[in-house]
């Protein structure tokens, strides 16, 4: 179970996949718009009502753009899920009455655990992102860095209390429907700690390395690949990637952008500055790009696509971040907001990405400078090359299944 944007949704075809070819029989719940994700894959589909691009177009939506500190996007989020909410509620539930265990992303835990305890059944959480708090980093959500470690641990138990304020308006009547006990949120979340409720991360340890204040059943497992069964690139991409040498890929996936237009032209102006050809995809903020150096492109399997590029500039999402990991590309972030902020700051760490490039503060001369360090600095192809080796090693579905044979019933 699982809502969001696209990247909420695609790790999980890959992952289901795994557990179908394992002999389970799998079920995304997810919103109606990404069912095509799971073609082919073996994966069944349970459809919830809303659509998160149109909720993000709307004017409550494009409200998020407003707010220019971490904390402030933040309060906006949970507002706008909370008023989406009610909406999912029912579809969850008659999801979750024809299923044995429910698997349960960060963005619907609260409400998948209330769901799985009224009809007893046993659950796990499978999240993208780091959501615990630790003294090792700040909150991913507010953009990571750290704040030193004591304010580090009681800021990430505050965005936990905000996660769960987002389901109190659903969860009391959700309860008193399944015949449990009424339970405050933060008494819920407590009560998930004492039992040690299993939580495994679908990144990679060697990204993000499991904290040492965790405490016991929370598991850094690896990346979960989105299912794709395209394996070639449609004829005018590929046409245009042997008409010269390597592009530089530019998209923001499913975040959305106050002035298409105006954030298009820096881009591409960026690009020829650095004396670059660059694939730029549309995506959700509608990016576009004309000339006979620059491709305007739609969906395109980032696990054919990136191994082709230059470098990459994306949003840093979790999904894209680990797909230009996974390519051994360097990258160019540039964060739009949430958890985007955490991703890029590790990019750079790790030596893959020579700066951030936050979208607040995206000029053609910091975008150009960038990509210029990027392209003509081997050293970031280099630790980009070894990294991938060393994460297209890693198996993140085992740990998954071996969790979810734990919780079966023996005969």
Sequence with gaps: MTAGSRGDAAPYTGLGHRLALAGHEVTLVTHGRFEPLVAGSGVRFHALPVDPRAEL??????????????????????????????????????????????????????????????LRLPSL??????????????????????????????????VSLAVEHVFSGAVPALRARLGLPPLRAGAARRARERRLWPVHHGF?????????????????????????????????????????????????????????????????????????RGVIQRGWGG???DGDDMLTIGEVPHAVLFPRMA?????AGAGTTGAGLRAGVPAVPVPVQFDAGFWSARLVALGVAPAVVPLRRLTVDALSAALVRATRDPS???RADALAARIRDEDGTAPVLAALARLEPRP
């Excluded at 008023?83 to 609260?110: C, F, I, K, Q, W």
């Excluded at 470098?311 to 949003?315: D, E, M, P, T």
């Design 204 to 276: 990679s340890p060697l990204v993000v390395p499991r904290p040492g204040d965790w405490r016991p059943g929370l598991e850094v497992d690896g990346y979960w690949w989105p299912y794709d069964t395209e394996t070639q690139l449609p004829r005018q991409l590929e046409e245009f990637l042997g008409a010269g040498p390597p592009p530089v890929f530019a998209g923001l996936g499913s975040a959305t952008v106050p002035d298409a237009r105006r954030l298009s032209a820096r881009v591409v102006a960026a690009l020829r500055r650095a004396g670059l």
């Design 311 to 315: 470098a990459v500039v994306h949003h």
């Design 380 to 382: 970031y192809r280099r």
């Design 125 to 158: 959480g499978v999240y993208l992102q780091p959501v615990a708090a630790t003294r090792e980093f700040a909150p991913a959500v507010l953009g990571g860095g750290s704040w030193g470690g004591p304010a580090n641990r009681i800021a990430g138990q505050g």
């Design 57 to 118: 177009e709307s004017p409550r939506g494009r409200g998020l753009h407003r707010s220019t500190s971490g904390a402030g996007k933040l309060l906006r989020v949970v507002e706008l899920a909370r008023h989406l909410v009610g909406r999912m509620t029912e579809d969850l539930l008659n999801a979750a009455r024809d299923s044995d265990v429910l698997l349960l992303s960060a963005s619907l835990a609260p409400l998948g655990h209330t769901i799985a305890e009224g």
């Design 287 to 289: 990016l576009a790009a």
